[in-house]
């Protein structure tokens, strides 16, 4: 019933940094329920007891004590029936919902748009949540106050609201077509990452940020940012306080890089607002 790939793997050990760090972690029962379009089902998950309801009678108890895994399971329907699972457990810390954690040596399963709507506003422990590359339109993320890994990469999601998401490190959200507002937490000091290309934003809501000391590279490239959403951002972005700038690992512009390339407002921004702040500007 179980397996686990290597990028599995990697996305579970980043799972358990990001869970043992909270302080507030509270052992009490959470639930959650979502949908799925299809005859199989993937996902990854860390907590300590859960019980999984699959939709088609069938129950199972799985003890997990903290350590995270990928767990599936098999409908005997051949068509695209909808399933609503329901999942209870506690100390629900990760969730995996993502095309990329199959295993394409051994099948070819496309999940992509298998899942349909989910509700998180249970799971108070949440840290680490990777539900890209499916076919979700909403997503409240106000009740997940401990969330701090977020990757909604390809998906259908209209609108974005984190403003009450103020643990968050990594923010994953490009590839969004349908994705027009983004809003930020006031307080975002953890921030290390944020990707928001190749979506189709047009508005971004930030509050003045005064240190992200860890902030490291921001992408808004391909988007529909004018020119004083663009000057908004600058404005409000903390200083570049690391004080070196390299690349990536594919030779792309990264550390203290802020990228607004592609954007209809990028020829006319300015981009002194941002340098003076430390950050090397990409129009």
Partial sequence: MIKITKISVIALI???????KKENIEDIEE?????Y??????????????TIYWGDGKTSDITMKGIGDFLKHSYDSVDNS????????????????????QDYNLRDIDLSEC??????????????????????????????????????????IQN???????????????????LKKLIFSKSSKYWEVVILN????????MPKLESCPNLVYICFNNNNLSTSVINHIFENIPKYELGYYVTGFMGE????????QGNVGAADCNAAIAENKGWIVRK
């Avoid at 980043?14 to 043992?20: G, N, R, V």
């Fill in 160 to 178: 974005l609201d984190l403003s009450k998401n103020m643990d968050l490190e990594y923010i994953y959200c490009g590839n969004n077509n349908n």
């Fill in 115 to 156: 899942l349909k709507a989910i509700d998180v506003s249970k799971l108070i422990n949440l840290s680490v949540l990777n539900i890209s590359g499916n076919a979700i339109q909403n997503l409240n993320l106000s009740k997940n106050t401990n969330l701090s890994w977020l990757n909604i990469n390809h998906s259908a």
């Fill in 37 to 50: 379009s299809g005859n199989y089902c993937e996902f990854g998950i860390c907590a300590d007891d859960i």
């Fill in 14 to 20: 980043a799972m358990c940094l990001f869970s043992c």
């Fill in 198 to 205: 190749n979506a189709n934003l047009t508005e971004v809501v």
């Fill in 82 to 101: 909808l399933h609503t699972i329901h999942i209870k457990g506690t100390n629900i810390t990760y969730l995996e919902f993502s095309l990329y954690s």
């Fill in 253 to 260: 512009l990264y550390y203290g890089n802020i990228h607004v």
């Fill in 31 to 35: 639930s959650f329920t979502f949908q």
